[in-house]
């Protein structure tokens, strides 16, 4: 994993995020992965940024989220680019649901666990407070309901 600087030529957001970091500076970050090596070698290498530090990623999938996050540096811009998403808030213990299509996007603030579920083939775009990101399985199954209603174990 490797920071680049003066990128100039185009890049797939898929396998190459940015890292925006203090500055105004825009790097690539190459050789990023979800492996537990890498991450460490990017966190480190961003430290300097501290909670000012952005990734900025797209993801492609297709079914539920496989774990809950949260970012306790700062809020999470997620932008469904395709198809449609569900992003699933546990706010104080209540679940609080978005449904995305295209061009729609939410904000997952500083500190919030959540889940994004996609809905059929779907891409999202996430701009993500990166620093002290925690990650939680995910044991319950995916909410079947829509968006902002309370699914059958949330009912009265």
Known sequence: MRLVN???????????????GLGSRAKPVEGFAWDPEVLQAY???????GAEGRMVMIFDGDGPGDHWEQHPAGD???????????VTRD?????????????????????????VDMEGPSS?????AGLGTDHRPRTEPRPTDRADTPSPEEAP
């Open 124 to 128: 999202i775009l996430s701009v993500t």
């Open 91 to 115: 706010v104080d213990g209540v679940r609080d649901r978005v449904l995305l299509g295209p061009c729609e996007a939410t904000i997952n603030p500083a500190g919030v666990w959540h889940v």
């Open 76 to 86: 999470e811009l997620v932008v469904c680019l395709s198809g449609s998403v569900t």
């Open 6 to 20: 003066h990128e100039r030529n185009a890049m797939d957001l898929r396998t190459t995020p940015v890292h925006l």
């Open 43 to 49: 966190s480190a290498a961003v430290a300097a940024d």
